[in-house]
């Protein structure tokens, strides 16, 4: 049996491996192909491409791009996206200004409480990777104002919480249309986990979305089938993988949560097709 992880980030965003450790991880789990899938960025496509072949693995070039709908906390998957396309690097580069523009007006917001939050170290940290907020809660961590991480998002960064600033993002349909452009196909990246999205899978369809995330770590299997025959319904595409952060969420899912390889076989015959 051959399996497959489509959903996997790296140092370029919020994950804590390099492509490198992710291939050799992959490989060490006997995993067959792999999709790096970093928020709103393609900078770590090339080089984990180039390892890919040279490991033997097969490798769908992708990202997970944030969109303005519920809220922000809807993303869309792009897969086989070209990554020299002008559309599409536009749309990255606008949101990498709108992510350093957000965690600066945080750090400005935990100051404003009294806790000495220093934009340039959250920086540092995130080491020229598409920053976010486990950037800002790593630094939270390192100066002694919350025990770990997930203190950090419940107490002052997630929705409600102290200093919360939602992402400003473009619609949906703008994010589909940009993949499209882009040579990609869009899938609703784990609608189940994403507080509600399966209310809103019908207007995503009627945007033009191509799938489905089915397989995910957080669907518990009631959620999973109904994806699963919503997809079948509409004839649409399904997809699947462990959305790994390296070290970032615990225990690193890549190779421990792993799809069947006619999933990516079915993203690739559909991307071939005229």
Same mark, same amino acid.
């Given at each position: ?15 804590? !491996? ?10 060490? !789990? ?245």
């Amino acid at each position: 049996m051959k399996y497959c992880d489509l959903h996997i980030h790296s140092k370029a965003s919020d994950g804590t !491996f390099s492509p490198a450790e992710i291939v050799e991880r992959a490989r060490n !789990f006997h995993l067959s192909g792999i999709a790096i899938t970093d928020h709103d960025t393609v900078s770590a496509i090339e080089e984990t491409r180039a390892l890919c072949a040279e490991r033997g693995l097969e490798f769908i070039p992708a990202v997970e791009l944030s969109t303005s709908a519920l809220e922000g906390r809807m993303h869309i998957l792009g897969y086989y996206i070209d990554t020299d396309n002008v559309e599409l690097n536009g749309l990255t580069e606008g949101m990498s200004t709108s992510r350093h523009n957000r965690i600066s007006a945080m750090c400005e917001r935990l100051r404003e409480i009294g806790i000495p939050c220093d934009y340039d170290e959250v920086r540092r940290i995130a080491d020229g990777a598409s920053i976010g907020r486990p950037h800002l809660a790593e630094h939270m961590v390192n100066i002694g104002v919350v025990r770990n991480v997930r203190q950090a998002f419940y107490e002052y960064l997630a929705e409600g919480g102290k200093v919360y600033i939602s992402k400003k993002s473009n619609p949906p349909e703008q994010t589909i249309e940009t993949i499209h452009r882009a040579g990609g196909l869009a899938i609703a990246a784990h609608p189940g986990v994403t507080h509600g999205m399966m209310d809103f899978l019908p207007e995503l369809v009627d945007m033009g979305i191509d799938g489905f995330e089915a397989y995910y770590p957080g669907h518990d299997h009631e959620t999973t089938s109904k994806i699963l025959s919503m997809a079948k319904d509409l004839g649409l595409l399904v997809t699947g993988g462990s959305d790994c952060h390296g070290m970032r969420k615990g225990q690193p899912m890549l190779g421990i949560f792993k799809v069947k390889f006619d999933v990516f076989e079915g993203l690739r015959d559909a991307h071939s097709r005229p």
